[in-house]
């Protein structure tokens, strides 16, 4: 283990003023969080919350290294999976975030993919109305996505992520290291989230991806390149829009097909994760766009062999099982995302890192796309 | 009912940026509260939370008035009292304002006394991460107190209020009128608020509460006035403070005292409710005061005998069944504030008006004091 920093790590600054917080991103962060968290900031107690899978992985190494810098922690370990952002979950957190005696100044610490992190998020924004709050994201798509940006929350009956409040971490700590016993799959599903940065306004970033993916697939500096220029992406965007009330709709590209899909296959993670809907939700985004005489259909093309390279689904035909209906998927994206006066808002292109929300798209054009593009 | 507004009707306004709003103090507001927050507010929609006391009284009434003002509403009816404010409850509410498809320009509505308020603003809070939140405080503690500066919470089994957000109304509509329904009890336990505001650090006002308590108690402009200079004194303390970082802990005066004798009584509101425990302690306050030699035995005498005129326990003695020794009181309050180096802080005053945060009371000298006090 690194008792000292890599050479090659990597720090993101997020200037939010008194919320403003650092993403360490490099090999050996977990044998390093006592020392990094203990140099920052002031606390001295931890609940670490985590999960099955990772627990017997990463735990007792985090532990020890919290120890050896002072700070002395309770544990938590909950079940894998997206039933875990529950209410029931939420209060088993806060009520062993009490138990510990977090005050104020001490942390809750979420060691795992983006369920723990959203989960425990949540639980830090409002026992005592807010204790610190460090992550250590162990899944690519948290590394790149959900443990920037202080969205936390848990699931309802009525939806993914309805209840939930805006809790800056005051420390990110993505151990890339960490990431080799992460499944294939998962790590592929976190890709599609690094590909999306490039879409969204980064066409140079998309095409050294391009040249490169093999490179961060493996490890070593370029994935650590490619996780930095991600949070970088996510911290400009969040920067810009903290509360979402405008551009940072622009994180959704390929999501509103995706999540539609989500829906479709009852989130059911044998089928489809996150991921692999936004990766087919990002081809269908520019197959869109490109239907609508926005940008040329060749984007789309490059789009969907970039990801298909990877190892990414980008067909719907692709899911295992059989889908529901065009318009059943189209209520599902009206549900998302509120249809005014038959309009809604989308995220289109006008070609590769040229993504725009537009608020105008008539829904009738959407339902008759989807239905050329799964025809039952 | 009242179609406009009465003569009489205060206006406060909580300056806190682009969290402003006002609170509106007089009689009849619930029948004009449609017109009230259609006029500010653009939401067309409400969950309107209210508990099973309340409801039969105003619940008709309020949903009338906001259909006419064009706002539909969803409602739901909890059980009276402190136990409501439970996770379990906050999962109900969350559910029901989701059900209701309350967006984030809609209303969560708060009909009721403090426990309804704090629980509903916390689940506005976090339901989509903050929809929009009408206080209608129908206690007079909910009035002067609680719908005032933004806490929301629930309890948990390690202690009261230690799970919730800081969430600001968007309006408070405090209707006078109502109060004519509430408990004897329930207005005196209220009051014992009031009379902290002028024992903080209004003098004036004390000595006009001393005169025209009566006046206040039997209803009208004196009732008006006297909630009015509450809201008022209570959001002066809000917009210095927001987040309690300092200075708003003043508005602890006597609740060090009063929430350990709510701890020895096992929150039983058959023996105290939390508006007697603070005029106990409120005296008791003024008396380790004068103990410490920073202000003289006569105005704790003065804060007994008002007090003790209005129909407020003042004394640990007159609370009925057996309090544990001081000892187990003395723990009470060190597990409340934490004791740092046999130290505690703790308000104290120098007279009438002028209470000050003290930052290193001997926790030996309170037990000592306490001792005294209550003899075993
Ligand atoms: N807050 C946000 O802004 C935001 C953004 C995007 C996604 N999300 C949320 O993130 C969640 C998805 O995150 P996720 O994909 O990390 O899911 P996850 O937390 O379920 O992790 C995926 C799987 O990988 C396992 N795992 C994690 N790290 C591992 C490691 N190093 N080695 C071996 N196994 C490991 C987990 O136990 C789990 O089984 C969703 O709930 C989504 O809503 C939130
Ligand atoms: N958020 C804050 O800043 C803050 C401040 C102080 C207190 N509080 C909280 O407030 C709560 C206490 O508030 P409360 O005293 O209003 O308690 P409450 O809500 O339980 O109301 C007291 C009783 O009066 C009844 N009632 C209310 N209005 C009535 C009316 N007009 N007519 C008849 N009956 C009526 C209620 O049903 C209840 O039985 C506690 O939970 C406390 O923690 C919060
Ligand atoms: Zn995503
Ligand atoms: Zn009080």
Redesign the interface.
């Given at each position: 283990m690194n008792a000292i920093a890599s050479a090659f790590e990597r720090k993101v600054h997020v200037p939010l003023g008194e919320r403003a917080y650092d993403i360490l991103i490099g090999p050996g962060l977990i044998a390093r969080a006592g020392t990094e968290i203990a140099s920052r900031l002031k606390g001295r107690k931890a609940a670490v919350i985590t999960d099955e899978h990772v627990a017997p992985l990463y735990l007792e190494a985090l532990i020890q290294s919290l120890e050896a810098a002072g700070i002395a922690s309770a544990t938590l370990v909950l079940p894998a999976g997206e039933k875990t952002k529950s209410?029931e979950h939420?209060?088993t957190v806060?009520?062993k975030v009490?138990?510990a005696r977090i005050?104020r100044n001490d942390y809750v610490i979420a060691l795992g993919g983006g369920v723990i992190g959203d989960l425990s998020g949540?639980a830090a924004?409002?026992?005592?109305?807010?204790v610190r709050f460090v992550q250590v994201p162990t899944s690519l798509l948290s590394q790149v996505d959900s443990s920037v940006g202080g969205?936390t929350?848990i699931n309802?009956?009525?939806?993914k992520n309805?209840?939930?409040?805006?809790h800056q971490p005051d420390l990110v700590l993505a151990d890339t290291d960490v990431l080799n016993s992460l499944s294939a799959r998962e790590f592929r599903a976190g890709y599609a989230e690094v590909a999306k940065y490039g879409l969204i306004d980064k066409p140079d970033f998309f095409a050294w991806l391009e040249a490169n993916w093999q490179a961060v697939f493996a490890g070593g500096i370029a994935r650590i390149e490619a996780i930095a220029t991600s949070c970088q992406a996510k911290s400009d965007v969040v920067v810009a829009d903290e509360r979402e009330t405008g551009q940072r709709a622009l994180l959704n590209l390929g999501h509103t097909f995706g999540h539609a899909l989500e829906a479709a296959t009852a989130y059911d993670s044998s089928r489809l994760v996150h991921g692999e809907g936004v990766s087919i939700g990002m081809v269908l985004a520019h197959e869109f766009s490109a239907r609508m005489n926005l940008a040329s259909p060749d984007d789309a093309r490059r789009v969907e062999s970039h990801l298909k390279a990877v190892g990414l689904l980008t067909r719907m035909a692709e899911i295992p099982g059989t889908l529901p209906p065009a318009e059943v998927l189209m209520d599902a994206i009206a549900q998302d995302k509120?249809v005014k006066g038959g309009k809604l808002t989308f995220i289109l292109t006008r070609g590769i890192g040229q993504s725009f929300v537009a608020n105008d798209v008539p829904a009738s054009e959407v339902l008759s796309f989807l239905k050329e593009k799964h025809p039952q």
């Open positions: 209410f939420l209060m806060c009520d009490l138990e005050e949540f924004g409002i026992v005592r109305r807010g969205k929350g309802s009956r009525h939806g309805l209840v939930g409040v805006f509120k």
